[in-house]
């Protein structure tokens, strides 16, 4: 089976634009979860998404924001970009919601806003 | 507050040496236990995983890791290591009322000489 994958691979923004990453988790998968990491740090948690509804939210402003669709793969979404937002944006998938569960990762989007 | 430490950022080994890697949390309740190895410019990959039972798990790429409830810890380590095994690695745990959501480490840096 194919991994989470995870588009596009780079993108480089302007300060004030808007962003939208993509994620499709591993077949059978329906728990997606985002996470950002920026460059000398662990990821961080900003969302989950399972069975489309959002389950959990980490301490991100409401200029993120995510969603999942009903093939359980998942897209997020960045307003009004900073500096502060490049880093490497990673999505997980996992078979069910729960925390004994393996969180597989993609390869991430590297995000660079100038 | 719920945390997890990592305290090495770097650490230097030599090919054929044997690794330790550290790692403390702090939670309420023991929490599920998880390290990931990235590798520049991919995401992260699970190595091994602790939720119960034998404190001392297997994982791949010959890494094991032993889990010590008295001292809040579970430190990774290999035997002897490969060229390959130079990578971040990172401690990651889940609380068992989070629903999956991963709480990293800060990461080691493991770099190794020939």
């Known amino acids: 089976d194919a991994g989470v994958t995870q588009s596009p691979t780079h993108l480089i923004k302007t300060r004030g634009q808007q962003v939208t990453l993509r994620c499709s988790p591993i077949s059978g998968h329906k728990s997606v979860s985002w996470y950002q990491q920026v460059l000398g740090q662990g990821p961080q948690f900003i969302f989950q998404?399972?069975?489309?509804?959002?389950?959990g939210r980490g301490n991100f402003p409401d200029r993120f924001s995510a969603r999942q669709f009903p093939n359980y793969s998942s897209e997020l979404n960045v307003n009004a970009l900073l500096l502060g937002d490049s880093a490497l944006y990673l999505c997980?998938?996992?078979?069910?919601?729960?925390?004994?569960?393996?969180?597989?990762f993609g390869d991430g989007t590297r995000l660079s806003i100038l | 507050a719920q945390s997890v430490t990592q305290p090495d950022i770097h650490i230097t080994v030599s090919e054929g040496a044997s690794l330790e890697l550290r790692c403390n949390y702090s939670?309420?309740?023991?929490?599920?236990l998880f390290w990931y190895v990235q590798s520049p410019g991919q995401g992260l990959q699970l190595l091994l995983k602790?939720?119960?039972?034998?404190?001392l798990v297997q994982g791949i790429k010959g890494f094991e890791a032993e889990f010590k409830r008295s001292q809040s810890s579970f430190n990774l380590r290999k035997p002897s290591v490969h060229w390959s095994d130079a990578a971040e690695y990172f401690c990651a745990v889940a609380a068992p009322d989070s629903w999956g959501k991963l709480q990293f480490g800060a990461g080691t840096q493991v770099v190794v000489t020939p």
């Open positions: 997980a998938s996992s078979r069910e919601r729960a925390g004994n569960q393996p969180q597989h």
């Open positions: 602790y939720f119960s039972g034998d404190t």
């Open positions: 998404y399972y069975e489309k509804e959002e389950r």
């Open positions: 939670y309420g309740a023991t929490p599920y």
